[in-house]
């Protein structure tokens, strides 16, 4: 069976994980390989806490950021990488599509994570759901031979975002995440300026195991995580 | 493992094999066990060829039906049961939901599939749908211990109606049928008053293998049959 | 060319006047048939101004009811016929369906043209509408030769409601209605008691044409009626 | 200005606890009224842990059902009426919509709030909906003086389902309870046998909050509910 | 109480008077701001009848765009500002949206009204729509304090398209503007040129007028405008 | 009655064949006029079986691709002109848009036809469908005279995509091509480096046939294409 080769791109550094570092650690322990990219630190608008220190600098801000963000994706055995793009606004030129692009051919996902395509309340969110989409078609062809370096093709699904019923989220697939929970803490809480997040996601993915007890009737399953499929999944069998 | 336990509940006897024949077979083969039931034999709206034949009865048409389903299924190793409730329309009473219930109770199925909700082109499938549906939260609980006999949670899904855009269906599983194609041509092959289908369906089933294709860039596949699941999917890991 | 025959089934019996009188004085006044239905005369829900008179009866606001939608269907040259089925809440049994399915039989619309599914604002809008889908597929078959009467089918469309949005309707079709207004004026104007709507449906005319004109720059269209489709237009050319 | 009265109609006795114990409570806070109607006790689908108790009967379920959802009522100063029309499956004949109707006509309710129309876990919710939304449409007339007695027009509302992506629940309003929650702990903390549900609701009230504080910047809102309007908001002034 | 800030902005001069003159008015009767934009004067697309004029300038249609719009705003009591960016097409770079952006950080909109999305009829609109919701996201921070200087979070709508359904508009706010309506009017006025869109819009804000009495049965409301809220509306109560 | 002028616009030379060549065939036999605009030779992502040649350069399999496009046109008596902007990813600039609106003004369209907007398997026919919108709608002017050339008002259609339900593609006309589906054969088998989709899409035409006669019971229809229009339909009558 084919190793898994997940690749999670978030457009700020702490977004992974909130969302989804719940399955990153899964894969991880089951033998495959995950990779974090963040577009940006998030250091302008989502660094409050930090701008509340007196003489703070941006460039310390992205590298207080950039350890924090390093640290949780220690926790969870994944590589991170920060393109630091900038945000509010998060600005992608062609070049910087490329770059992922490239990342993408290197990488060979078999699966890649992002943000949802709508977001109204945050608006480097679906800038990093178009960088991503537009990056992985640009290294898939036509499902023929391609004139390019392709990469084969990938699952594509998007992570929970924080208002789900206003970004247009249906969550289609639940992953069973009770036994790497710990880790995710662990994770979460090297985000040291984010503490009510920490209960917050906390709280969500004991509501989400809730519901997919709910739809399995199995009790083992304590905390879980959601995900929306963009493309159908082709299995072997139902 | 748990084992599989498949039920698809069509409308007329005819409509699990041209849409679901493949993933049946596939199922029984690895294992599992499979039922299908009609609701009605379609002895009304769906056997135009039959009544062309002089001196025409009702129940010869529905005896020639139930001969000719039971015949395909066993070519994919299902059980097959037929609860003749007539057809055009198919008028289904709380007796029936009843019934339905109390099979889901017996068979306890693990996965249960049947038509789409909406059906602009036949006033069946979508009665089936609801009868489906209701059935299968009557047994169901709400996730706690009942004042009844419950079956447990199953995944719920609808297969490929004929003209998909039409009935809302949004392909979001491709089942891999390319090792069972013969035998679904099999059971396609005795619904013998309907040659036009069988040709319409064996290109359905390698249209969906192309596109299942294109989304997994696997080229071994070559036929495909198309569901849409109707609760989310819920797993150990992506 | 295939002789058009339409039919128009309104829940009340004045609403194919509001909604479609244009359309069928069009039909007609081009060399073909039009037949109108009112499942029931709106006599307890939107009778009010009639129910003012001292000592009315409801069988006198029928007669009333009746009197005006007959008249306004003979300015467009239609056939009027009430079904008298109640309002508020129109209840339709099986037999009422079928009634209508054996009106289709004998009529053999081309073209069926009804309320929206969806009205938060009108109980029986909807009613009309689910009567008329199931009358009209009883009447079909699977379009195979069936154990039973068909007829051939229909086109199928939605006339605008009062709250478009708010009932789900998107307009497809725009007729043109210029050259029948003062029909559908006369028709509407037969209404005695619903002065408003006069003007409302009067104005609404007009802006559907000011739609019409910008879609098409077609400065002749004055006035145009909007439609829903609901099964895909079959054409011999774009 | 208008005395609110709002009518919460709930399948089964604790729905209107969970979804909109808040809202209740601060309408009645502010000197409006509240009715709370459930159509059934939920006897048999969500008792599980009375009928773990040994020799229990169903009319001691419902009982002790009734006592509880009497109390919470008590907590938020609201009238609690069940219908004991029995659930899984919860069955409404037209005499029960005519109640229901009569009752509103009684309480003239300004604001109506039940269960959205879909939920694919559970049968009884979409049919206290269609209750609902039918008697509602009963008592208004179209808009003019009707054959029969009339409500005025209300406010019609959809409290917060269980899994509210996959019910199409959209949140279009949300209420600060902040004040109120307290009362809102003790109606929950009724419902004895359903330790976990009040947990989960505390927390989901305060991420509703954590969103309300969100779209408003306003840090007082610590607990919210969420809700879906079904028809335009008129107001005033923007 | 927080005092009312609205901003309204136009992808043309002339937009904010046909689709909302009715709220400006109102909410600066009331005591409120009222601050309108215009993005282009569409000076070349919506102009049609000043280029009748033989030898007329682009310059001097901006001119006279200026002038009725200024005066329109006038009889509203409202400021008017241009930045007069160009139409058909309306080209808006990020420099453009940065000043949009300050223009929201110094005036501090409690309520921000813009075109739908979506519009299959004008390429600017939704070009309008895209740059206020960039902007508005831009001066918002993630509800957290930010590293740069923000706008407190605002309320967002749209306003009333030309043609609704085809604009995804669905409206879920009645604004009764009965009592400003003589001064909609005066502004529509202004616009001496577009001698029909002035009947045009006198109608529809009749014809909304009649909506929201039917919502609401208040009988005192004769003309209203219509708006869809783009993110949840947060109360202290239904 | 005014002559037809079809313009198809593709993301790649060879999109026009598969998705639209039965309906430029029929309005060039019935007199009209078409023309096929490519706005690139899909010549890196969709010219595989060209690359496997040892030594192939873009210029020749861009030299290949633009004959067998201007081949297959010709079967259909089309016109057919190259705009060579790239593939995978294809950038239109605002030289590019502009270009492709003054062709519009200069070939005066009646019918625009052009991919979807969703395509979740290919970047380049969302930018194809952007252009085309755009390039549209600046020649279109606001249903008035305007400050610059315009070109009527088009109808505006999309053809159909490889995977219909995952682009959004609700098909709203069926066109009978059963006439000219020689031309189409004729026209497919140029594609030679695309045997496959040569059958795939002569078995698609079939499936639509099929559709197109149980939509009307027309048995003379064999082959059809599927369309769907974006701005309503506005006829002399239904």
């Known amino acids: ?25 899964r894969i991880i322990k089951d033998g495959g390989r995950a990779k974090v990219v963040a577009l940006s630190y998030g250091e302008r608008g989502e660094s409050g806490e930090l ?8 460039e310390n801000v992205k590298s207080i950021r950039h350890a924090e963000a390093a640290a949780a994706a220690a926790h969870l055995g994944a590589e991170f990488e920060a393109f630091d793009l900038g945000d509010y606004p998060l600005n992608v030129g062609d070049d910087d599509v490329a770059r992922l692009a490239e990342l993408m051919r290197d990488f060979q996902p078999t699966i ?6 709508i977001d109204p309340f945050n608006p ?11 990056a992985r078609l640009m290294t898939s062809g036509a499902g023929v031979e391609s004139g390019f370096k392709t990469a084969p093709p990938s699952e594509f699904l998007v992570f929970e975002p924080h208002q789900p019923e206003l970004c247009g989220f249906l969550p289609t697939v639940f992953v069973d995440i009770t036994d790497v ?25 004991e509501h989400r195991g809730n519901h997919a007890r709910k739809v399995t009737g199995n009790k083992a399953i304590r905390q879980a995580e959601a995900f929306m499929r963009l493309v159908p999944n082709v299995v072997a069998s139902l």
Not at 112 to 117: G, R
């Open 181 to 205: 929970f710990e880790q995710k803490k662990a994770a979460m809480a090297e985000m040291k300026a984010q503490q009510y997040l920490q209960s917050y996601y906390r709280e969500r993915a």
């Open 112 to 117: 890649v994570v992002t943000h949802p395509e």
């Open 51 to 58: 701008w509340k220190v007196a003489g703070q600098t941006e």
């Open 1 to 25: 069976m084919q190793e898994k080769r997940l690749l999670v791109v978030g457009a700020h550094s702490a977004d992974f994980v909130w969302r989804s570092a719940g399955v990153v650690a």
């Open 124 to 134: 480097d969110h679906p800038v990093a759901y178009t960088t991503v989409a537009k």
